[in-house]
């Protein structure tokens, strides 16, 4: 549950269809991803064929979410594990944002005159 809720930053529960709150607060924290992360920043980007982006949550948690032991039911995370935890999920959103859209514009290229 600690990493399904982006390490306890975004644990709520959205119903549709978003109310405006909602969606000041979901594009709020879009704007603020979109600044933190350029795709410059963002290593493997689009560099990397499509079918071997789900390996990169699976290296993800082999390499950190479950590499320390912890457990999640009865272990309190560090700062440090919350800390850096939280700037690779933002990362993976970051990624998952540019290559959703670029996604988008290939199937849909007329899109790309709202993106202006």
């Known amino acids: 549950m600690l990493w399904d809720s982006v390490l306890n930053e975004f644990n709520l529960d959205l ?11 979901l594009t709020t924290h879009a704007d603020r991803l979109r600044a933190t992360y ?28 479950y ?23 933002e990362q993976q959103i970051a990624k998952a944002g540019y290559r959703l859209a670029a996604i988008l514009i290939e199937v849909y290229p007329q899109i790309q005159k709202f993106l202006q």
């Not at 119903?15 to 607060?25: G, I, K, V, Y």
């Not at 350029?38 to 390996?55: C, H, I, M, N, Y």
């Open 38 to 65: 350029p795709p410059e920043s963002l290593t493997g980007l689009f560099d990397v064929a499509r079918k071997q982006w789900f390996t990169e949550g699976l290296e993800i948690s082999g390499d950190y979410v």
């Open 67 to 89: 590499a320390g032991g912890l457990d999640y039911d009865h272990d309190t995370p560090s700062e440090e594990y919350l800390a850096t935890g939280m700037k690779i999920a």
């Open 15 to 25: 119903t549709l269809p978003l109310s405006d709150d909602d969606w000041s607060f």
